[in-house]
Structures are given as structure tokens and as C-alpha cells.
């Protein structure tokens, strides 16, 4: 290669041959490992017998990840099990699926069903449903080709260097690791512990949770396997020292352990003191320096190309012909520096990432700057037909250039690049190729006209990869850049990025955005936008707890929608209208716009719009307490689940499924079909931690109403304690600390939540929020708050509602409830006695049991003798329906009302049976001789009872006991009693 290319080198001056900085792997012994060799081996065999894994192989840098598996898999295909493998790299040009690329390659099925996926994508700006849809589909799509590819023999997919994987790669993982048990597929992928990037990090530990990944995790050689190891490298005996001194310098890390032996076999009896990847530089140097010029200049422009490298490239690079460059590659493979990849024929690597690493670190500026430039030159040829090439591109150019003309062209194949990410679903580096796009375009000193729209496809890119803080941040760029040129269009489209999500910092950004552009948009030639960003502002006046407001524009935009006919605009007008009154709607209203939801998403094509359409009206018949709709329309969702596969759709049918089961009592259905729900959450949600989090809300809601401690386990205590401060989490808190015995805290955390309770819209922000304060507030006595509390729930009646988390009681408990806390037992009694009525005509057992514990509680707080009778029956019937159901704290609930029950008959009638019997006909007046007569008892028997009916009654005569029975009303039942003949 010609050049001012230089490297700085370390010198030799005793003039021995060049000594390789690693020996090609098939000639390094290979020592140690047995016990996760037989693992390996093992899961290869399974895999071929029909039952997939996934093997999670983790290790530091040259612990010998890739070595482990090259020794386990069989030689040239044997046994019919066939090995693939793809390599993640760290460059930030590389296209998404880029250690997928070489599977699919060398799998024509599994790379045109990834083809036919997403040509079937039709990704409309701004519609996050379209784009989770899509990215669904064609992940399944992937992850059921590979599957049926692994077919008949097994197939081996080794993914390696998982650490520098994009989110694209990581995603497919998931969903293939979800699925794998059923194949015979194994999946083996290696990553360095700890990983270099949180979000490898966060998948590693969610597919760790998955029932067919297993960790196999390497650990440094021992002392004895260093031993081993140098007797049969070195040429001469090894003295006890020595291996402990290699050992020690080493870590145990093979791959600085062959560079110790390098050393040790080059004459060098004792080893320099110093970290051992010093000792590797050391010898990564050394053996560059004594490669003949044309090799060391070659592995120079391959170190700027990147760990993995194309011989055709690097003869473009290097400007010599590609014989040439293939006898100097050969050089730099037998010292050790490179490698041949067998599976890719004109490919070769660098033996491992940190050689490469030091080779690029000893290079000057200059001269990497030179090699970046011509390296984006000879590829841009190539990426003018193949846009996956694109971001490489970039990435050459912002390495090489300084002048704004060199960095502008590095922003336009970054945007392009981009391009070709979004097409692939892969919004997370379609990202970052934006940002790489935008800190290009900065630093040639472009002005708001050029930064205006990068910054607003970033906004979109980072909002579709779930980074609504970021993206909201640059939308708020956007819209100013926008503003600042004169592009209202831009305007108007960085208002409404940011969308259906919350966050107490968002409201004033976004109503700051939607203010410009209403201000810029011609309402009256553009109804359309103008409704849109009126749904958008009314969403955001919303979140910030102001519905009064954000009623009246989503209104407004609700009409100028269903004016334009707008599918788009009528789709965020109708979500808009909903949230703006969670409560208030109208039954009939949310029964209506839940339909035209469900029309939309069937004309364009957005099945998660049907979802929300059946969910709200659902909602509307739980507040009917119709629920034979109720059913029809859970069964419209189960229909769309199978329809779509979407995981989303599956697992919100379950959670409904599971709720309304518990509604009706049926707790162990119930608990089974939230367990599907969570098993779904870990395996196909696992990047949404709220989808896990609603399970364990179940279980909380399910222990608040049977009376049991919730079954959490520290994964459910570590959610709570991780989620946002926001109400409901907060209640949740002291809800679960009642449940375990501990009142003391949970009425700490009361107190704080406490000033809050009573403001406006407190309870309206999440659903839930309200029914569970009314717990906290009747375990507490708080009237003031009960006060608030009883006129919002007065205001909104419901049969039911919460049927995504857990399905509540109807409206009038929960009044009953605050009626007692208020001291009204009348109205607690009338409002229990309602609830009964309406639960019962829903079949909700649970709820009936507690209001008839609500009425029997109110009856005997009323002190009336008279409903005794009636409040014990009451406390009967739930006794027997809560053991029936098992609910053992109402049962509890029940007994002690029971107890009650009988201390205040007890109390306020102090004879015995016999006794009564007797003082009623004495109030008949009769004598002792016919009251003997009658009971067919002796007369000295009834003299007896009389004097304890006296002392008892506190009254001194007959007569006045023939009044007090008359005044209590018992001295009409004469007539029941027989008469002796």
C-alpha cells in the first residue's frame, strides 16, 4: 500500500524471527473447559433430538467463547448437525441483523420469509401501532422459518460478541429464544460479562428468565491447566515458577495466556511486570513490527476496515490487486494475526477484537484518517446499490473528514442508512444513524433549513425505539428549527411525535409544541391537522390533570374529524375524547366510539386500534353491568389475537380473561390464566417491564378481595419498589403493607399520599386509583379525604370497571364503604343493599359477598334489635358463599360479624328460649298451674323460671312483665303454643 501510512512499533534488537501473537486456533491446545465442553456437546445433542436452547456463553475478552464452541461442534457437518455463525462488531455503521446477516445468507428460506415480512410493512409516520405490528410479524416470521430451517438434522446458530449487538439483533433473540424448546434449534450466543451496553445487558438477564436458555459462564483456567497447557507449547521442560508466574500474569485468560507463552518461547525466562493485556499489545506489536512493509501495511488498512474484513474491500482499499492482497493476508494468518473464516469464503478476521483493538490504537492520526477516507471511497460504490453499506459509509467519512462539504456527504449516507433501518423495522439504529447524521451536519455549521427535518425523522426514530424522553427533546429542537425557516409542515408533524405516552415532565413541552403549531396551521384548509394536534393538545392538558380543558378540545377535534373523514385524524380524535373523560363519558358514547375504533383499525390496518376499540367497550358494558357484551366483545379479542398473533393482543385478552374470571369468582381460573399472562410477559414483552408489573397488580387486587397475603416473590416486591412514584403505585405500596401485617408503615405511607388524595382529578389519572384509596381511607378513618372521594364516585356510577387489571365491585360498595367511615350507617345500609342487588345480577359472587357483610356490618352498627335477625342471616350467606369460593377474610369478616350478631341479641334480649316462652304467657296471663299445663312442665319448674325472668327483666311483678313483653312486641305468639288436653 502507498502512503504516509505509520505505525509506531516496538523494536527488536536480537533479530529473531517474528513470534505470532496468537497461534490460529487449530493449533493452540486446547486445555480445561471439559465440564462446559460436555454442556455444549450435550445441548447440540438435544437439539438434534428435537428439544432447542438457547446457550448464553459469557466470559471476559479472550476467555475462549468462541474457541469453546469451534471444539464442540462436529467436524465437516457430522451427524448432519449443521453450524452457523454471525458476528456483532463495534462499529457504528453497522447495518441492523448484522450477526444475522451471515445466518440468513447462508439460509435462502429463512431470508425470504424476512423479505416477504417486511415488503408487507406499511409504515404511515407516527402510527407506533402499525410499526409494533409489523416489527411482530416479521420477527415471527423470522423465528418460524429459522425453526422449520433447523429441520430434519438440527441446525446451530452461534451468535457472537452479543455485547455489541443492535436492539434489532436482540429483538429477534427474544423472540426466537421464546420459541426454541419446540425445535431443534440451538442458539448459541457468547457475550463478554460484565457487557459493554445496557441494553445487551438487559436482555441477557430477561433471556435468562426464559425456560430454554441456560448461562454457561467461563471462568479463568486453573493453575493445573496452565501447566498443561505450557508442555505443550513450549519447547522446553517448564519449571513449577514458571507456570505459577504465568498463571499469575496471565489471569488464566487464554487468550493472554498464549501471548505469555509467545514470550516465554522467544527466550524470555521471566516476564516483565505490568497488566496482562499489556503483555498481549506488547506482543501485537512485536509481531506487526516484523512483518515484511507490503503485510504490515495491508493489516494496517484491515485494522481501519473493521474485526471483520472482505478481501475484495481491502484490495480496493489498499489499491493492489487482489492476489497481492490475498498472499499478504496468508502472511498475516501464519503469524497469528489474522484468521480464515471457514464458512465465508474470501472473508478473514482478526483473531480476536483486542488485537485488532491495538493494532488500530498504534496507528497515527493521519494516517487513520487517510485509510478512513479511502475506505469510504471504495465502499460508497458498492453502497450506491446496497444500502446496508450505507451507515459504513458514514461512519469512514465522519472519521475522515474536517471540511463541511466531506461532512455533509458523511450526513447523507448516515440519513440513508437510516432509511434502510426504518425499512427493517430497526427504529433503535435507525436512530443512530440520525444522530450520526445530525453530529455531522453540527459540525459542518449547517443552519436550521438543513437541521429541520434530521432532527425531526431522529424525534420519530427514537420515539418508535421507546426513548420518548429523547425523542421529545429533539422534536422540541425540531419544532424550533422548523420555526425558525419558515417549515410550518415541520411544525406541525414535531408537535405530534411524542404521543400516547406520560410523563409528569411532558405536558408543558408538548402543549408548548401544539400551541406553535395551531398557530401555523390554517385550521380551515387543513381540518384535519388542525383536529389532530387538538387531540394532541387535549392528551396532554390530560396528563397534566387539567380535564376540563382537555375536554373541550378533544371536542373539538373529535367534530372536525368525523367532518373530514380522516382516518388518521378520527383514530386520535376518538383516543383523545376517551381519556379526556375516563369517568364522565357517556356508556352509550364510549359503546359508540369503541365501534368506530374497531371500524378504523379494520380499514387501516392498525389491529391495536381494534384492541383499544373492544377495551373501551368493554369498559362500557362492566359500567352497565351487561355482561353478556361484555363476553361477546372479550371474544372479539380473542378472535383478533389468533388473527394477528400479535403478542400484545394475546396477553391483554388474558389479562381480561383473568379478570373477569376472579369476578365471578371463579379465583382459580383466575390465577391460571394471569400466570399465562406473566409467562407471556417475561417471554414475548420482556422490553416492557409494565406488562409484568399488571400481573403482579392482579395478585395484589386478587389478596384484597379473598383476604389472603399476595403470593410476591422479590421479583414482584423489586417491580413495585422500581415503578414510578405515580398514585397508584404509590397506593399499591400501602396496600400491601396492610396486607402483611405491617399498619405502622402502611400508615406512614399514607400520610404522604394523603395531602394529594383530596385534589382535583387525583383518582381520574389511572384507573384504579380511587377504589383503592376508598380501602386506605376506611382503614384509616380519614373523613376529609372520604368526603372527596364519596362526590367523585357519587358523580360516576359503575356496575364494574378495571377489567384490564382486575374488575372492581360496583360503585355503590365502595359509597357504603365511605359511608361508614362518614358515621352514616342508613346510608352505608341502602348502599350495601344496592351493590348486592347490582353485583348479583352481573354474577359476581365476590362483590356480593362483601356487600352483604357491608349490609349485615351497617345493620348492627345501627343498633335497631328488630334487624338482628336480618344481619345475622346476611353474615350467614356470605359465611357459606365466601367458604364456598374460598375467601378467608371475609369468612373471618363473617364469623366476627356472627359474634356480634349474637352478643347484641344477647344483650338486648336476656332470656333464654324457655324463658321467653314462659314470659309471654305470663304476659297472656296465664298462671304458673296453666303455664304448666300448656309446656307439659311441673309447676314448681315454672315458679322457677319466673324469678329469673324477674331478676333478669328487673321489673318486680307479673304485670310488669306482661309490659315489657308487650313493648317488645313478643306478647302476640301466644297462639303458637300447644295446650295440654
Known sequence: MRGPTQIRYCERADGRDTVPVAAPAHRSPFVGRERELAEVREAMADARAGTGALLLLSGPAGIGKTRLVEEAAPRGGRDGLRVLWGRAVDDPGAPPLWPWRRVLGALPEVAAAVTTALAEVDLRPGRTADAEAARFRFVAAATEALLQAAEPAGLVVVLEDLHWADETTLRLLRHVAADVQRSRLLVVATYRDPSSTPAATETVTGLLRV??????????????????????????????????????????????????????????????????????????RRTVAELPRDVLDLVATAAVLGEELDTTVLAAVSQRPPDDVTEALDAAIRAGVLAADADAAGRRRFVHAVVRDAIYADLDASAREMLHRRAAEALEEAAATDSSAAGVVAGHWLRAAVEPATLRRAAGWARRAAAAATRSLAFDEAARFLTMARDGLVRAGAGDDELAEVLLDLATAEFRAGRFAQSLDDAERASAAAHSCGRRDLVAAAALVVHDVSSPEFPPILLRLCERALAAVDGSAQPALRSRLLAQTASALCDAGQFDRGGSAAAEALALAEGSGDPEALIDAVRARVKSTPFGLDVAERLRLGQIAVSLAESTGQPLVALWGHQWRIEGALLLGTTAVVDQELDQVGALARATGLPLVRWHELRMRASLACLRGRFAEGRALNADARDLALTRLAQDRSALGMSHAFLLQLALVTGERPPWDDEARTTLADAPAVPIVRISRALLLLLEGRRDEAA??????????????????????????????????????????????????????????????????????????????????????????????????????????????????????????????????????????????????????????????????????????????????????????????????????????????????????????LRSGSGARTSAVPVKQ
Open 211 to 284: 425456560p430454554a436458555a441456560h448461562a454457561v459462564v467461563l471462568r479463568p483456567l486453573t493453575e493445573p491447566d496452565v501447566r498443561t497447557y505450557l508442555r505443550q507449547v513450549l519447547p522446553h521442560p517448564v519449571a513449577e515458577a514458571t507456570t505459577q508466574q504465568a498463571h499469575s500474569r496471565s489471569g488464566g485468560n487464554p487468550l493472554y495466556l498464549r501471548a505469555v507463552a509467545r514470550l516465554l518461547a522467544d527466550g524470555r525466562g521471566q516476564l516483565a511486570s505490568g497488566a496482562a493485556d499489556d503483555e498481549l499489545r506488547q506482543v501485537v
Open 748 to 965: 406512614d405511607l399514607y400520610e404522604e399520599l394523603r395531602p394529594e388524595a383530596g385534589a382535583p382529578h387525583f383518582g381520574t389519572m389511572v384507573q384504579g386509583v380511587v377504589i383503592n384509596l376508598v380501602r386506605l381511607v376506611a382503614e384509616f378513618g380519614d373523613t376529609e379525604t372520604a368526603r372527596v372521594l364519596e362526590a367523585d364516585i357519587a358523580a360516576h356510577p359503575f356496575a364494574s370497571g378495571g377489567a384490564g387489571i382486575y374488575c372492581s365491585a360496583p360503585s355503590d360498595y365502595y359509597l357504603g364503604r365511605l359511608a361508614v367511615v362518614l358515621g352514616r350507617p342508613d346510608d352505608a345500609a341502602d348502599r350495601f343493599d344496592r351493590a348486592v342487588t347490582v353485583a348479583a345480577r352481573m354474577g359476581a359472587r365476590p362483590a356480593v359477598v362483601h356487600a352483604r357483610l357491608g349490609v349485615a356490618a351497617a345493620l348492627l352498627d345501627r343498633a335497631v334489635g328488630a334487624e338482628l335477625p336480618r344481619a345475622e342471616a346476611l353474615a350467614r350467606q356470605a359465611l357459606d358463599e365466601a367458604r364456598r369460593l374460598g375467601m378467608p377474610g371475609s369468612m373471618r369478616s363473617a364469623e366476627a360479624l356472627l359474634r356480634r350478631a349474637r352478643e347484641a341479641g344477647r344483650a338486648a334480649d336476656p332470656l333464654s328460649g324457655r324463658e321467653r316462652e314462659i314470659a309471654t304467657l305470663v304476659a297472656s296471663a296465664l298462671s304458673n298451674r296453666q303455664i304448666a299445663d300448656r309446656l307439659v312442665i311441673s309447676e314448681r319448674t315454672v315458679e322457677s323460671h319466673v324469678r329469673n325472668i324477674l331478676a333478669k327483666l328487673g321489673v318486680a311483678n307479673r304485670t310488669e312483665i306482661a309490659t315489657s313483653m
